[in-house]
């Protein structure tokens, strides 16, 4: 049996299957000290492994813990014994948890609408420019009009600022990509990492997309931020089958 133990951890509001279950933790409820408090989740930012490990202890396990490297790799949940490079995973075994950590990146969970396979992918604007979702769609094997997603907390479009790089990367892959940035006095842009995650999945066929309203950087009490605190915590999105 699948439990959570963190009362500050809330639940994705999309229309999944009952037998999917998903989760988002804040940066509330842990056992971190600062600078990552306190309920961090990556065991990789300089953190004390033994809070870490407590901390994971309070969510749903067999959790697939990745190496996230800002890829394009996906792994199947159920195959992931220890971390493994990967930035996202699938799964159509029962009570195996596919998650993702993220602290401004965009973590993406999926399910289909029968509820037969889940996914969760952390798309950074590396990923996500180089095509993470697009993979993630294509190991979960079923038709993209079937697939619904939830865009989890981000970096929202006020605070997303980029150089003239990422936008070119974005917009050589897809010209209505010049929507999401908007110009700045001081030669930047302003990116809306969620709209361009829905132009992706719109252009893969899924129109069922939820979620995409918060903001990391914003949101100094509830989420980590590595734009804004540059030594923090990571959050995590998980996504799991019940039997």
């Known amino acids: 049996m699948i439990s959570v133990n963190n009362t500050h951890c809330f639940t994705p509001d999309w229309p999944a299957p009952a037998n999917v279950k998903s989760l988002q933790t804040t940066r509330l409820g842990g056992v971190s ?34 190496k996230q490297t800002h890829s394009t ?19 159509r075994t ?19 609408q029968q509820g037969s396979v889940v996914a969760a992918a952390h798309a950074g604007w590396r990923g996500l420019c180089d095509g993470v979702l697009e993979a993630t769609v294509k190991a979960m094997n079923v038709k993209a009009e079937h697939i619904m997603a939830w865009l989890g907390p981000a970096i929202g479009p006020q605070a997303f600022e980029v150089g003239d790089d990422v936008r070119d990367e974005f917009i050589r892959h897809d010209a209505a990509a010049t929507a999401a940035f908007a110009a700045q006095s001081n030669g930047k842009w302003l990116g809306d990492i969620y709209l361009l995650a829905r132009q992706r999945l719109n252009q893969l066929g899924i129109t069922a997309i939820y979620g995409g309203k918060e903001c990391t950087f914003s949101d100094s009490e509830r989420y980590f931020s590595y734009r804004r605190d540059g030594v923090t915590g990571r959050m995590a999105s998980l996504i799991w089958l019940t039997s």
Request: charged fraction near 10%; proline fraction near 7%; aromatic fraction near 6%.
């Open 94 to 112: 029962a009570n195996v948890v596919s998650v993702v950590m993220t602290a401004d990146c965009l973590p993406v969970l999926f399910c289909d």
């Open 73 to 91: 790799i996906v792994v199947d949940a159920a195959t992931v014994n220890a971390p493994i490079e990967a930035d996202a995973s699938f799964s």
């Open 33 to 66: 000290a600062a600078p990552y408090t306190s309920f961090n989740l990556g065991d990789h930012v300089g953190d004390d492994i033994n809070a870490v490990v407590a901390n994971r202890q309070q969510l749903p396990s067999p959790a697939a813990w990745l």
